[in-house]
């Protein structure tokens, strides 16, 4: 068994630890094991013929386990039971895939009870790596009894340990936070508590979207706290897991009824970073194995039959185009104990099959390499049919089953997409119309295209391009601040960072810039501070991390999108320009869609609901300018039901205070969508000043903004 560098066995009740070396003598001095007699009177005395059993059990009465094979009888019971429902090799039981305490198999609330916020790990069966903002998965290291497209591992280590620089002091210990009451919290101003049996089993597109926000904003809480909470380092953080396993406990989900075809409330092209995302919105219910499928009635017998597939990379799955997958079947191959075996035609395998006959429409996941982490990104692609199948020897000599899946046509595009935006950067092709390679001249680190296929516009009118806010005097303030002293970066949890404690004692964004947190006003390290431009408390300073094109609009003139998938809480861009006293020192009312103002009323986004009343408020009365300078934060257009929220952010030098607006992904953001923004609404006392008729085409349009 492996460990990481400094780190600790850590077990799970039942399991033995391997990692102690064991005093035992040689294999012939130990004696044979005989059964005791019923009566309980000596071996010796009424000896009985030599009998043989698996180390492991099962043991008939009277024979016990013995040290290391010591396992209790509870335990068998449970291993056996979970095995013979899903890990069934190509020749019998195979061990877990999981810890059986994990989020699979629920556990009483006594057996469960081992510290708040703490989880045993089996590092013999199950290796989890630390969540830092990157994306899922399940690691790939336990038996391919299950299906290799189950393997979607985040193959990342601690990131201290890679780095070897030592940890800081930690801000609070792991049991300062009960996770239950931080889940509660969560799941109150969403009205979750009270999650009825329709919605759990058939959803719609907000019920989908709330429940994939509660797990995101859960998820990063519990990421942020234990960041900066005592676990040891090489204990790996699973936030999504633990996100997941407690939604799922208290009945949070939606479209649980198994069905063939679409999901309600889930789009083509829709995006997740999750496999737990994909259980709790009924896409796919496993968050391991790779084929779905639900049995249904012939005659007097039940047949499976598949429902949806997710193909990640764990077979070498390839098709004749974007519309052909050719599907590696689940089972066999390869076990961790190097045996191989050849897949059967039995569960997953055997539904698809099943499925080839019947013809019915099959949900295909695409998952592929998320660029920006270490993780993946799984699509949507929209329903798929079997068209034939055939088994073949791979490169180990075992006979794997083959599926040749056709997309269905008339569906909207997603898996195509991002071939064609790969064309793109890879220089093999370039987007229809494109007017400039490069709007911002090199300001910006990451290329921004200007784009026009709808049509002979040549572009938006001058302005200078500008990667931040313009001040001519920034804001005082009362306390003097000189900065912080992280040489390093700042680092989470630790205390004596005058920057975390400003921020409550927690880092507001993960090394993926991944917004953590959900306060009124974030404080970034300054001018002052002395850590480097690659501190985590500067995600903002950074300039875009994303591939940005101004593309022309139907309807909205210019607008913003990406090339690139953007998670949600992802740092997008801030809104650059020249600070101005007020909104109407900059001109007609016809250039006011060129002006950002903080004293307008914003409409709290659900992505809030527990924050404090006000949340949009800035701390700071700011009107910005981006008419004559600016960046691509000026092309974004209005929705009432925006994709894009803006958070005030507050950098100080001394005695100067310079607030600054960034912009991060309410959810999760597909390549080529539209990136929107609520522009908020005027006080009442201004009437109807500067109102436009609103044509975002949401259901919750007001039918204006201004």
């Known amino acids: 068994m492996e460990q990481g560098f400094g780190s600790e066995p850590n077990f799970f009740p039942g399991s033995i630890d391997k990692t102690r070396v064991l005093d035992v003598r040689p294999l012939q001095c130990l004696a044979p094991i005989f059964p005791n007699p019923p009566n309980g009177t000596s071996s010796s005395a009424h000896p009985a013929p030599f009998s043989c059993f698996p180390p492991s059990g099962p043991f008939p009465p009277g024979v016990r386990p013995f040290y290391p094979f010591l396992i209790p009888n509870n335990s068998q019971n449970t291993t056996s039971a979970t095995q013979n429902q899903d890990n069934l090799g190509s020749d019998g039981p195979i061990p877990a895939p999981v810890p059986l305490n994990s989020y699979m198999t629920p556990k009483s609330r006594a057996q469960g009870r081992r510290g708040k916020g ?57 049991d300062d936070f009960d996770v239950e009451s931080l889940v509660n919290s969560f799941l109150m101003p969403f009205n979750l508590h009270e999650f009825d049996d329709f919605r759990r089993s058939n959803g719609d597109k907000e019920i989908v979207r709330t429940i ?137 395998n055997l539904a698809l099959e099943k499925s080839l006959h019947r013809a019915n429409d099959v949900r295909v996941i695409r998952g592929i390499k998320d660029s920006l982490s270490t993780g993946k990104i799984y699509i949507y692609d929209g329903l798929y049919k079997i068209r034939e199948s055939w088994a073949e020897k791979n490169k180990s000599g075992c006979n794997v089953f083959k599926y040749k899946l056709v997309r269905v046509p008339g569906q909207p595009e997603a898996y195509s997409v991002w071939k064609s935006i790969q064309q793109w950067k890879d220089g093999f092709a370039r987007p229809k119309g494109v007017i400039l390679p490069d709007l911002t001249s090199g300001a910006e680190s990451q290329a921004v295209t200007l784009v026009n296929d709808v049509d002979n516009e040549k572009g938006p009118a001058h302005f200078s391009y500008i990667s931040t806010l313009r001040y001519s005097k920034p804001f005082l303030t009362s306390k003097p601040f000189s900065g912080c002293h992280c040489l390093g970066g700042c680092q989470p949890g630790d205390t004596n960072c005058p920057c975390n404690r400003r921020n409550e004692g927690l880092l507001p964004y993960s090394s993926t810039g991944v917004l953590l947190t959900n306060k009124s006003l974030i404080y970034e390290c300054g001018p002052t501070c002395a850590c480097p431009p690659n501190c985590r408390n500067r995600t903002s300073q950074a300039g875009i991390r994303v591939r940005l094109e101004v593309f022309k609009t139907k309807d909205n003139g210019w607008g913003l999108r990406s090339w690139d998938p953007i998670r949600v809480g992802a740092f997008i861009c801030e809104y650059a320009g020249d600070v101005i006293s007020d909104a109407g020192d900059f001109g007609s009312e016809n250039d006011n869609s060129y002006i950002f103002d903080s004293t307008r009323y914003f409409e709290p986004l659900e992505l809030i609901r527990d924050s404090s009343a006000g949340y949009n408020k800035a701390p700071f009365p700011l009107v910005i300018s981006a008419k004559n300078c600016g960046n691509v934060a000026r ?24 607030l600054h607006v960034a912009f991060f992904a309410v959810r999760h953001i597909p390549p080529m969508q ?16 500067g109102k436009n008729k609103c044509l975002c085409g949401s259901e919750n349009c007001r039918g204006y903004f201004h």
């Open 118 to 174: 703490k989880r045993a790990i089996n590092a013999t069966k199950y290796v989890v790596v630390e969540d830092d903002g990157q994306s899922d998965s399940q690691n790939d290291q336990f038996p391919s009894g299950f299906s290799a497209h189950a393997n979607d591992a985040e193959n990342g280590s601690n990131s201290e340990l890679r780095s070897g620089r030592p940890r800081r002091r930690r801000a609070r210990n792991s």
């Open 212 to 348: 994939l926000l509660v797990f995101s904003l859960l998820r990063r809480r519990l990421t942020q706290l234990e960041e900066a909470s005592d676990l040891a380092t090489a204990i790996a953080r699973r936030p999504d897991l633990k996100a997941g396993k407690f939604l799922l406990t208290k009945g949070v989900r939606t479209n649980s009824s198994k069905r063939i075809g679409h999901v309600p409330g889930i789009e083509v092209g829709d995006i997740f970073f999750f496999r737990m995302e994909l259980c709790i919105a009924g896409l796919h219910a496993h968050s391991m194995a790779g084929i779905d499928y639900l049995s249904v009635r012939v005659t007097m017998d039940e047949e499976p039959v598949a429902v949806s597939i997710v193909s990640s990379g764990g077979y070498d799955d390839e098709g004749d185009g974007v519309d052909v997958l050719i599907y590696s079947g689940q089972g066999g191959v390869h076990r961790s104990d190097g045996q191989m075996f050849d897949q059967k035609l039995e569960r997953g």
């Open 635 to 658: 092309f974004m257009n209005h929705s009432c039901s925006p994709n894009v929220f803006w958070q005030p952010v507050l950098r100080e030098r001394n005695n100067d205070s310079y």
């Open 674 to 689: 539209e990136l929107t923004y609520d522009y908020g609404l005027v006080p009442s006392g201004k009437g109807n000043k």
